[in-house]
């Protein structure tokens, strides 16, 4: 045996023996005995202590003890530390913490089938596939990914603008920053691209005055321009009048279609084309349409889950407009992603993915010997309804009142003694679920679905004992009935929807102002009732705020944001005079082409498809190859460039 692997052998062996000492002292001597000579200094500073210290202390106290990304052990050790005492009544102040995520329905994501398997199979020929056929195919040979067809693509999209309720008024200021930032020019060439768009003459010969008109007469021209007068009527006065109606074919157009311009979630924000100019918010987590499920479990429920299990209160609800993500994000796509426990699919939502993590941890806990007890009651509120959704969708309570009291004292709880069962008590809730088809929505949750956890553990040792609430919200979604065209039921469960929403927006205003002897108006509906204990005390809440990125959803989607903003208290505005806003605009339109062109190129493919075409002389089969897999996301490119193009004419 050579001399470095002795030495490891030996190097182990006293790290051995150094913990197996260590178990037997308190906290304080523990950390007191690595100072004591060179070789326990060595084993403190090495990684693999700390992984053995957090272990250690989740031994200990029971204690779920986490790390968070990017987190070292050492400081993943610091923080859980202060857990600890929360067996004896320390480390859970009444304290009231709010965050709020950011998350936007995948555009290439779909829960019906293909179209074309579906004529296949029955036998028949749908006319709509294939007009939707020919559109695809004029949009593949007219949309272009690549740099060189770019502004090819921009040009032929450029046509008069269409002055309806999609597109809104841009600040002069904002967009003369954005065209600075994007070509790098002064103010007044700025200023010229704008009214002038790509037909404008070059800076030297450019001559903003000489249209104008002072007292009826206009103005002479330099004169090497020099140039007989023209009537007033053949003039227009762009300096003092760029937005004009009659303005130069030219010019750009002064409304830019609404939308969301670009998702950043390294720097945790989104930008807006909203009314009244471009709007920023941000967040404590922004995700994009591609971001995976687990990925989204880890932004919004983590921290929740260590809450939760560690004695505090914590609450997930999820917010949004109807077909915005929000039981995708919650639950999961199909029954399956919804309902799977023993083997979670990629798709699984954040319910299923909680669940699985809170009843393997307590199983283990009580292996250990620990007396530990987890319920979980489902209910579906229907505006002042309350509905049992694990035991046959009985109703609960006589009224609104004693229902909220009786889902908040799990008296329709069922105790989950081992964490395989959850499987089979999520699939009674996804059956037992209101879901009907609107015209935003194929699977559209009709009421409010609420899960309730509720954790009882009782110390082994000092039998002290703790009780913690876990709350999952998946709210209905708001909608507006001319675009949902819901009629008679869905009308109903629709105006029910938006009541209880509007009372939890009033609580949330209200809990704001931070001033204990104000009213809060938990009592106005049945899910504020329900929901107050996760919105005071000792409560971590996350609010995930869905929206989608079709314009045709601006306005829905900019509302959702701003009840974000109202929970987390960020005063988002307008970007006004500050350059690097305007700046930032830009780049972060520059930076979503640039994600959408590789997010094109991966999911993109060449197919054969086979049309089968009937005349006179009989049938003709003809193959053709077109590129599919990316439809979603190249309108949502061509889109982009229309806006930019729109807001400074590149």
């Known amino acids: 045996m050579g001399a470095n692997a002795s030495s490891a052998v030996s190097n182990a062996e006293h790290t051995d023996e150094l913990r197996h000492v260590l178990r037997f002292l308190s ?37 779920y003890v986490t790390r968070e990304e990017g987190e070292s052990w050492f400081d993943a050790f610091l923080r859980n530390f202060d857990k600890k005492d929360r067996w004896t009544g320390g480390g859970m102040q009444e304290e009231f913490s709010m965050r709020v995520c950011a998350r936007f329905r995948p555009l290439s994501y779909s829960t019906q089938p293909n179209g074309d398997d579906r004529s296949i199979e029955n036998g028949e020929e749908d006319d709509d596939d294939e007009q939707e056929e020919e559109l695809e195919e004029n949009r593949e040979e007219n949309g272009a990914v690549r740099e060189g067809r770019e502004r090819d693509s921009t040009k032929k999209t ?14 002069f200021h904002q967009r003369i920053k954005m065209i600075q930032a994007f070509f790098g020019c002064s103010s007044s060439e700025a200023k010229r691209r704008l009214w002038h768009g790509d037909n404008a003459v070059d800076m030297k010969e450019f001559d903003p005055w000489k249209d104008a008109f002072v007292g009826g007469k206009q103005l002479e021209a330099h004169p090497q321009d020099a140039s007989s007068l023209q009537n007033k009527d053949h003039n227009e006065d762009i300096v003092n009048d760029p937005d004009k109606d009659n303005a130069s074919d030219h010019q750009l157009p002064s409304t830019v279609k609404m939308g969301v311009l670009a998702v950043r979630p390294e720097s945790h924000e989104l930008v807006m084309c909203a009314s009244g100019g471009v709007k920023r918010f941000v967040f404590d987590s922004v995700m994009p349409d591609s971001t995976a ?18 004695g505090l209160n914590a609450c997930l609800i999820a917010y949004g407009q109807t077909g915005s993500g929000k039981t995708y994000t919650m639950f999961g796509p199909t029954e399956s992603a919804s309902t799977s426990i023993s083997k979670l699919e990629m798709e699984a939502g954040i319910a299923p993915r909680v669940l699985r993590q809170v009843a393997v941890e307590v199983n283990k806990w009580q292996r250990q010997g620990m007396e530990a007890t987890l319920k979980l009651s489902c209910v579906e509120i229907f505006g002042q309804e309350v509905t049992d959704l694990l035991h046959d969708q009985n109703t609960v309570g006589t009224w609104h009142g004693v229902a909220a ?7 329709c709880a069922e105790e989950i003694k081992d964490w395989r069962e959850t499987e089979g008590m999520l699939i009674r809730v996804e059956r037992s679920k209101r879901r009907e088809r609107t015209e935003m929505n194929e699977r559209s949750s009709r009421a409010h679905t609420v899960l309730m956890l509720q ?3 009782k110390h082994p040792i000092t039998g002290n004992e703790m009780t913690s609430m876990l709350c999952l919200a998946d709210l209905g979604g708001s909608e507006q009935l001319k675009k949902s065209k819901a009629e008679g ?19 949330i205003a209200a809990r704001q102002e931070n001033a204990r002897s104000h009213h809060v108006p938990y009592g106005d509906s049945t899910l504020t009732s ?13 609010v995930v705020v869905t929206g989608r990125l079709d314009s045709e959803h601006a306005f829905e989607t900019l509302q959702t944001m701003k009840f974000g903003e ?23 339109i520059n930076k979503e082409l640039e994600e959408l062109e590789e997010r094109i190129r991966v999911e993109e493919r060449w197919v054969n498809k086979v049309t089968v075409r009937e005349d006179a002389e009989g049938k003709e089969t003809v193959i053709t190859t077109v590129l599919e897999g990316a439809e979603e996301l190249r309108a949502r490119y061509e889109e982009l460039l229309q806006t930019r193009h729109d807001l400074i004419g590149a």
């Open 530 to 542: 329900i929901l107050r204990p996760a919105l005071e005390g000792n409560s971590l809440t996350t």
């Open 489 to 507: 039921q869905r009308k109903q469960e629709a105006v029910q929807i938006n009541l209880g929403l509007l009372a939890l927006k009033r609580c």
């Open 27 to 63: 906290w304080e001597d523990r950390l007191s005995v690595f100072s004591v000579n060179k070789a326990h200094r060595s084993v403190y500073n090495s990684m693999e202590n700390w992984i053995w210290m957090c272990e250690l202390l989740r031994e200990d106290y029971f204690l």
């Open 158 to 171: 450029i046509s008069v603008e269409t002055r309806d309720s999609t597109r809104t008024l841009i600040p």
């Open 405 to 411: 009291r009786m889902v908040l004292n799990m008296e």
């Open 455 to 457: 954790l009882q553990k």
């Open 566 to 588: 109202i929970c987390q208290g960020i005063s988002g505005g307008i970007i006004a005079a500050d350059v690097n806003s305007a700046t930032e605009a830009i780049d972060a």
């Open 293 to 310: 499920q687990h990925h989204a479990y880890t932004e919004t429920s983590e921290r929740a889950v260590s809450q939760f299990l560690n």
